[in-house]
């Protein structure tokens, strides 16, 4: 199988000449699409865009992990420039969504402008994610992910009401994978849904062996070290070639996993470029 090539768009850091923001984006080329996951959160990825040769007008597909701000924020630039792109996503991406840290409610959904964007899109652009999709024979789109391990959680303290009466579980967190020669690349936005429950889920649908490529957010900033402990003895049972950790993984979390794993995990920035497959 061809190689895919993967460009860092939108991540917390930025090589220099690049900006950085607190979102991702993830710009990927197989032999038969262009796609992009996720749109990060305000101007980085239309200022990233161009000085990295990625033109909206080219890509076909994109991706939308879930219905945060800091990934969802680009959408309404994107769709003026390219209204034929067709969009994958949960239709919980427009539900209201909240943060609280220390009982202050702080919104976190999808931005207006963006879920305005998208309900004009063309109908028969927009999939909505209700199960697995395969794009061809070597993209997927997880669709909603079941939670399975018990330690996993959502990686914050999320809520449906400015209250903190209803638990957001993001049950719209979605993640793809690309089929390849060397095993599976996959492509994560934060990984709500938890990192082994995603990898177990995808092993699961698309019957590899073996993943050569995990990059994206992990959302282990807030890990303790029980859930680290209990994430790496689970993660030796994969065989994983890399790990690029971006945005939301947490510089602790990552330094861990870099110091307990087997395989190179290294930190992703906006400008790194990757091969896999």
């Not at 607190?22 to 990233?48: C, E, W």
């Not at 994107?78 to 919980?92: A, P, T, V």
């Not at 900033?221 to 993984?249: M, P, Q």
Request: aromatic share 6%; charged share 20%.
């Amino acid at each position: 199988m061809s190689d895919h090539h993967l460009t860092i768009v939108v991540d917390n850091i930025a090589e220099k000449g690049l900006a950085a923001e607190h979102g991702f984006a993830l710009f990927i080329q197989t032999p038969d699409h262009s796609l992009l996951l996720d749109s990060g959160q305000k101007d980085a990825l239309q200022m990233n865009a161009p000085a990295l040769d990625i033109d909206p007008a080219d890509i076909d597909l994109l991706v939308l992990s879930h219905g945060h701000y800091d990934h969802t924020g680009g959408v309404a630039h994107l769709l003026s420039r390219n209204r034929n792109m067709d969009i994958y996503l949960h239709s919980g991406v427009f539900q209201p969504r909240y943060s609280l840290d220390d009982d202050r409610a702080a919104i976190v959904k999808m931005p207006l402008t963006a879920m305005e964007a998208v309900m004009r899109h063309p109908d028969d652009k927009v999939h909505w994610l209700t199960r697995p999709v395969t794009i061809d024979s070597t993209i997927g789109i997880t669709g909603p992910i079941p939670r399975r391990f018990g330690f996993e959680n959502t990686g914050g303290r999320f809520f449906l009401d400015a209250e903190g009466d209803t638990v957001d579980i993001i049950r719209d967190d979605v993640a793809l994978w690309l089929q390849g020669g060397k095993g599976l690349t996959v492509c994560l936005g934060c990984c709500h849904a938890g990192l082994l429950n995603t990898l177990t889920y995808i092993i699961e649908l698309s019957g590899a062996g073996r993943i050569d490529t995990v990059v994206g957010g992990l959302h282990l900033l807030n890990a303790d070290r029980t859930r680290l402990e209990k994430t790496v003895s689970e993660l030796r049972k994969f065989d994983i070639g890399r790990i690029v950790a971006c945005h939301c993984s947490g510089e602790s979390a990552v330094e861990y996993l870099a110091a307990h794993l087997p395989c190179p995990v290294i930190k992703g920035y906006a400008g790194m470029r990757l091969q896999s497959g």
